[in-house]
């Protein structure tokens, strides 16, 4: 079954303002990673926060994570047209070392 | 630059092609893997390999053949495919280890006629 959901589904929003993403997962994770995806292009990496942390920043960039709650948030603060993107999350999958099972992602897309 | 390329970036090809595709990386990464996008799907791992050896195979169809010939190297044979696998195929590759950061190259668009 899925780990990660991301919600909502598509968000759009005027350059400058926040964005907020919001990823649930059913099984106990040691880490969750937030992954971005221009049109056309590859995933790329954005942030990766442990299950001992409850929030990081990087950047622009914000996640936390609630373990009680089995969920993640990534805030984008000020955001930018070039912000606009597919943005994802990614649970250890249960069972493996190595994999990790991403979620629908959230389609964002920022308007100038 | 991602530091993992992919080739070819489009493919098109009958049911009954052979083609390849092909994935190379230059992190000095030890696992490679293959995932499989289609449309409002999410993302599929189809093959996972580390020290080119293979560790994961999730239930792929035999008409996708994967080859690893060493660390920085990977392929996906394709024969007698079916018009559902059109999908953007995705390559990434990582460090050692559990739960890495993952690098994915720009993947091939893949469309079978």
């Known amino acids: 079954s899925q780990q990660g959901e991301e919600d909502p589904q598509a968000l759009s929003i005027q350059e400058g303002e926040n964005a907020t993403m919001n990823c649930s997962y059913k099984?106990?994770?040691?880490?969750l990673q937030w992954y971005r995806q221009n049109s056309g292009r590859g995933l790329v990496h954005l942030i990766l926060?442990?299950?001992?942390?409850r929030e990081k920043h990087s950047g622009r960039l914000r996640v936390t994570l609630d373990t009680s709650k089995k969920s993640s948030s990534l805030l984008i603060t000020a955001s930018r047209a070039a912000d606009t993107a597919s943005y994802f999350c990614?649970?250890?999958?249960?069972?493996?070392?190595?994999?990790?099972?991403f979620g629908s992602g959230t389609q964002l897309t920022v308007l100038p | 630059e991602t530091g993992v390329t992919q080739t070819p970036r489009h493919l098109v090809m009958g049911m009954t092609n052979k083609k390849s595709l092909k994935c190379e990386q230059h992190?000095?990464?030890?696992?490679m893997y293959w995932y499989k996008q289609s449309a409002k799907k999410p993302l599929e791992l189809m093959f996972v390999?580390?020290?080119?050896?293979?560790?994961e195979n999730n239930s792929v169809p035999s008409r996708f053949s994967p080859e690893c010939p060493n660390s920085s190297h990977l392929f996906l044979h394709l024969h007698t495919l079916q018009p559902e696998d059109s999908a953007l195929y995705l390559c990434?590759?990582?460090?050692?280890?559990?739960?890495?950061?993952?690098?994915f190259g720009d993947g091939t668009r893949l469309s079978i006629l």
């Open positions: 990434a590759s990582s460090h050692q280890g559990n739960n890495q950061p993952q690098h």
């Open positions: 099984t106990s994770i040691n880490n």
């Open positions: 926060i442990r299950s001992n942390e």
């Open positions: 990614a649970t250890p999958t249960s069972g493996s070392a190595r994999q990790l099972t």
């Open positions: 992190l000095g990464h030890n696992a």
């Open positions: 390999y580390n020290f080119k050896e293979q560790t």
